[in-house]
């Protein structure tokens, strides 16, 4: 009877594991992302429009002589196409449809690469109540893809982030609704971790252990679930904090690293907690190691809230929400993965197959990423 009871157990990581395995294994840390900033006072509207040039090429095919660059010549034979598009989907409003238009064109460099930056400007129907925005920039193509907003709404601040489920949102003059914004950015840090396939594959490294005890020289089943619960909440919770401390120093401008280090070092964290599986180096205190590359973690979304420039208090607020969003998110992985694990532990099938063919797998994609992002390399299409 116990055996059949396991079964369900047994097709949960038989289907979870390869998901987060080979789900979009070539996959960069940085998702898409669009910076929006928009200042809305009176009937008046001005602001600029970020938008990855490899988002722009994706959705219209910049690259006309084909050979994988993007020059300014062939974005600026495409100025009008690009207005049409980006402006056919964004949508202001204040006491009706507001009138944007594009009214220069220039490039910037973000951590992640080229961005086309639209000058924008245009004029409302009213000059006061609330401004509404619809944003739906990639969502057909790429249903990851976010839209960060600054917005000021006659000297009044405010921050969103924007996706498929929140492509339309109201903003009121004079209040910024603080218990609103913590929510979202909660469920933006919550997301993350979900999106976040080489997160997910570290979390996993250092989980797959944790019902088991290294005993001369074998793994053993742990003889208590609360042994098991004791570890992993003391290694999601160290992930968690060091997280946080340098997303934070990151996002508030104090401490700053390249893209393709801090990228390359997250692929390495993988590398290294899987091998730790094969070869354990490190036992009984997988907390520290936790603690020591969650810090490098940390700078992988910090980029993002910080070229969103949001304002002071705003991205204090917002960072506190995120923070706590990923604590949730590893949760809810942990929620479900722990009792299944140790309800396997004792088997054949969670050693062997689960976990050192896990881990196997897990270091094969993690080094996979790192050589491609070391040396700007594509080895595997998304």
């Not at 409003?93 to 009138?99: I, L, Y």
């Not at 570290?202 to 088991?212: E, G, I, K, Q, R």
Request: charged content about 15%.
């Amino acid at each position: 009877m116990s055996r059949r009871h396991t079964l369900p157990g047994m097709l949960f990581l038989l289907l979870f594991l390869p998901l987060c395995l080979f789900a979009r294994p070539a996959l960069a840390h940085k998702a898409s992302d669009s910076y929006l900033i928009l200042d809305v006072s009176g009937n008046t509207l001005s602001g600029q429009w970020d938008i990855a040039l490899r988002d722009i090429d994706f959705a219209l095919g910049l690259d006309l002589d084909g050979n994988g660059e993007i020059t300014w010549g062939e974005v600026r034979t495409r100025h009008a196409d690009i207005d049409a598009w980006a402006l056919g989907r964004l949508g202001v409003q204040r006491g009706g449809p507001c009138r944007v238009r594009v009214t220069d064109h220039l490039v910037d460099s973000h951590t992640d690469g080229a961005y086309a930056v639209l000058q924008l400007a245009g004029e409302c129907p009213r000059a006061d109540g609330d401004v509404s925005l619809s944003y739906r920039l990639l969502f057909e193509l790429d249903a990851l893809h976010r839209g960060l907003l600054r917005l000021t709404v006659d000297g009044t601040p405010h921050s969103a982030v924007l996706a498929p489920e929140r492509a339309e949102q109201r903003f009121a003059a004079g209040q910024g609704s603080r218990l609103a914004q913590f929510a979202q950015y909660l469920v933006e840090g919550i997301w993350h971790i979900w999106i976040g396939f080489d997160h997910i594959l570290f979390l996993l490294a250092l989980l797959l252990p944790a019902v088991l005890v290294h005993q001369e020289g074998r793994w053993r089943g742990v003889p208590h679930f609360r042994d098991a619960l004791r570890e992993v909440l003391w290694v999601v919770t160290a992930f968690t904090i060091a997280h946080s401390i340098t997303l934070s120093l990151a996002a508030l401008g104090l401490v700053s690293l390249p893209s393709r280090l801090v990228e390359s070092a997250i692929a390495a964290s993988v590398v290294l907690a899987a091998a730790n599986n094969l070869k354990p180096l490190v036992e009984g205190r997988r907390w520290l190691v936790a603690f020591a590359f969650g810090l490098i973690h940390g700078f992988g979304f910090a980029s993002v809230l910080a070229e969103l420039g949001l304002p002071q208090q705003a991205l204090v607020l917002s960072l506190l929400g995120f923070n706590v969003g990923v604590e949730v998110g590893q949760l809810a992985i942990v929620a479900v993965f722990l009792p299944l694990a140790f309800a396997l532990r004792n088997t054949a099938f969670y050693r062997r197959g689960v976990f050192v063919g896990g881990s196997l797998a897990t270091l094969t994609i993690a080094l996979v990423w790192l050589i491609e992002r070391a040396f700007d390399l594509k080895l595997i299409a998304s």
